[in-house]
């Protein structure tokens, strides 16, 4: 009854069907790990709000080269590290990194050398602030660094990717993007390569600033397309199996058509009436 399934044709259609499923289920494998990689991302953010801060080079390693270079990027299980860092603000290279939205406005989050005993910096992100009137992109006053010596608590913060050029503009770096490597290049000093999302610092950070929220992945729509990719797979093994069946029952007979009736050409039925007898008068 399935012999016709060993035809060239038929055999083809099922390395098409084979090969399509073993596609979508490789795709769902893919979105699987992409799970698994956001929900340790996920994990480590809630691990950095309870524990106690290390110091930064316990998370980070420490650049090694000279002016204008990185050094390596953290190891991914200590991203997002609290840690704890003491030095000086390098106030002439602030960085502004522009279109920046916290609570559903945008300004700009501010970004300041910290110089280290050695010889070496951290990037701090302070915060967020509103522009000056005049539109999203007009430069921020900005409030008087702490002068002095200080020490900052906060989140080991991978470098971002892109962000193009850098640019100086009213005495400060503008960028779009935290990208430590195109920053460093424009710094007096080895940057360390990762930097740190203030928590806290002593003395304390000017109120103006406010603090940038940590958001979470969405992990769960990872898990979905998980989920989608396998019941394609699924679904295409199964169609094929119902069309093989379909054609099989076609091929023995047993799914003939009905043959559709002609109701025009039926007989009317006669009513048969009935007589009525008369009285003689």
């Not at 709000?49 to 080269?65: F, I, Q, T």
């Not at 710094?187 to 103006?208: I, K, N, R």
């Amino acid at each position: 009854m399935y012999r016709f399934l060993l035809t060239p044709r038929w055999l083809g259609i099922l390395a098409l069907t084979l090969v399509a499923a073993a596609v979508m289920v490789l795709l769902g494998n893919w979105q699987l790990d992409r799970y698994r990689g956001r929900t340790a991302i996920n994990e480590r953010i809630d691990a950095g709000e309870r524990m106690a801060p290390v110091p930064l080079r316990d998370a980070v390693p420490a650049p090694s080269g000279g002016a204008g270079t990185t050094g390596p990027a953290p190891a991914d299980d200590a991203t997002w590290t609290r840690v704890t860092a003491t030095g000086r603000y390098d106030t002439a290279n602030v960085v502004l990194v522009r279109g920046r939205t916290v609570d559903n406005r945008v300004g700009f989050e501010v970004v300041t050398p910290l110089l280290l005993a050695d010889g070496t910096a951290v990037l701090v992100d302070q915060g967020w602030v509103p522009p000056a009137p005049g539109g999203a992109m007009a430069q921020p006053q900005l409030p008087p660094v702490p002068q002095g010596e200080v020490t900052v608590v906060g989140r080991v913060h991978p470098t971002e990717s892109g962000g193009g050029a850098v640019d100086r503009r009213a005495g400060r770096l503008e960028t779009r993007r935290i990208a430590v490597s195109r920053l460093a290049g424009e710094l007096p000093y080895p940057v360390h390569g990762a930097y740190v999302l203030l928590d806290e610092q002593t003395p304390a950070t000017d109120p103006l600033f406010q603090a940038v929220p940590i958001g979470h992945t969405n992990n769960w729509q990872n898990f979905g397309y998980v989920v989608q990719w396998w019941l394609f797979a699924a679904m295409t093994l199964f169609g094929y199996g119902w069309v093989a069946r379909r054609e099989a029952r076609r091929m023995a007979g047993l799914d003939e058509p009905r043959k559709s009736i002609d109701r025009a050409a039926e007989p009317t039925p006669v009513t048969p009436t009935t007589v009525t007898p008369t009285t003689p008068a």
